[in-house]
């Protein structure tokens, strides 16, 4: 249940005593910014790599718990130092800027000590493992005066804002009743440990990997298909769904649900994961609209959108165009293709990096800020909560927290 509630009064109660103008002064347009990531997996090193094309960023630290990973993204940052525990990455002062990008188990934490320490945050979806986490990283924020941006890349896409500001905020789907999300066969949901991890690494820290969870032996998958488990991760719903009910909340306005159900199994992906491999979930939002989303990681099925539906159309958008379709026969759909890069550059995630930097400049709030990755989180929380407990959520939208029976 979520305790705490995103008000004035909760943020600043019991406030951590650091400021912005402790730790880092605001920078300058061309002012070097002195960078340290944690978690250099491939993601982490993929948008490590979009960093990098800004020539005023310098990658100074580099911290992880497998010297492998460490060793792959030294390539990219030779001079960087290297720690295993992310408490002496933070203790260098000069650094201005921490990329997060470890499994959604260490998230919290390490935002939450990033943003203390001064530092401005950028950090992978979901923000949170669990929906009490996300108050507390907001709260860090807003305290320390950090910018704090999550990867939802879509908030800076400029084909999605154009979708919403041509046709959302002018209402030319008249009133919107139902936002229809689906991603089917995701299949690095399906990923299977290389031999070379059939036995725990000498250079592996397993404990540290493990760091607030329960005890286990060893176990290659739970490392490295780790989304399969939910003691890391909440599988599709919180991979997959919170990108696009992040999407519907950009378009739509509305943050947060009134009542959440869900329901799915492991139905042929045998492997040992507890996340299931099909899940729908059902989300309402006030008595205005619900918002559904669909996954399966049945190799026969393939693709992913959102779909806003109204009385006067739909729109329909994912990472490559967006359509409008007028309600009518016969009426012609307006379809318009998202901008491409032939280097086959993640162009989303790029203006979505180059957005935070320019905040970390200019002090305003990232299109993905930490509250907004907040309640994108906590809708897809409530999605796992409910598939997890067989029942269906009352949320209560003020106080942010489930009813209780």
Request: with cysteine; glycine share 8%.
């Amino acid at each position: 249940m979520l305790n705490t509630p995103i008000g004035r009064r909760g943020l600043l109660q019991g406030a951590a005593t650091v400021t912005a103008s402790s730790y880092a002064r605001i920078l300058g347009a061309n002012d070097r910014i002195l960078m340290g990531l944690i978690g250099p997996g491939e993601r982490g090193r993929g948008v490590l790599a979009l960093f990098q094309k800004d020539k005023r960023v310098e990658v100074a630290a580099l911290c992880d718990i497998y010297a492998a990973q460490i060793d792959r993204a030294k390539q990219m940052a030779p001079n960087a130092k290297v720690f295993k525990d992310h408490r002496g990455l933070l203790e260098m002062k000069e650094l201005n800027v921490v990329q997060i990008a470890t499994p959604d188990h260490w998230h919290a934490q390490c935002a939450i000590d990033a943003l203390n320490a001064g530092k401005d945050v950028y950090v992978e979806k979901p923000l949170t493992l669990t929906i009490e986490e996300g108050p507390k990283i907001v709260k860090a924020a807003r305290v320390n005066e950090r910018v704090c941006q999550v990867g939802m890349q879509q908030r800076s896409g400029a084909h999605y804002i154009q979708a919403r500001d041509e046709y959302i905020k002018p209402g030319k789907l008249g009133k919107i009743t139902l936002a229809r999300t689906w991603w089917h066969g995701n299949t690095y949901h399906l990923r299977r440990a290389p031999a070379s991890l059939q036995t725990l690494p000498s250079n592996l820290d397993w404990a540290r990997f493990l760091g607030p969870l329960k005890w286990r032996e060893w176990d290659p998958q739970q490392y490295w298909n780790w989304r399969a488990y939910l003691d890391f991760g909440g599988g599709q719903v919180t991979d997959l769904f919170t990108h696009w009910i992040d999407v519907v909340h950009m378009f739509l306005g509305n943050e947060i649900p009134t009542s959440g159900v869900a329901a799915g199994g492991v139905y042929f992906a045998k492997d040992g994961r507890t996340a299931p491999d099909t899940i729908n979930v059902l989300l309402e939002y006030g008595n205005e609209y619900t918002a559904t989303f669909e996954a399966t990681l049945a190799p026969g099925v393939r693709g992913e959108a959102v779909e806003i539906c109204g009385t006067e159309g739909r729109l329909w958008i994912d990472r490559s165009r967006f359509e409008f379709h007028p309600a009518g026969r016969g009426a012609k759909p307006t379809i318009v293709e998202a901008q491409r890069d032939e280097s086959r550059t993640d162009l989303l995630t790029l203006s979505h990096v180059n957005n935070f930097l320019e905040c970390c400049r200019t002090r305003n709030r990232p299109n993905g800020d930490v509250l907004i990755g907040h309640r994108s989180a906590q809708a897809s929380h409530l999605g796992n909560i409910s598939y997890v407990q067989k029942r269906r959520l009352k949320f209560d939208p003020v106080r942010e927290e489930i009813l209780p029976l």
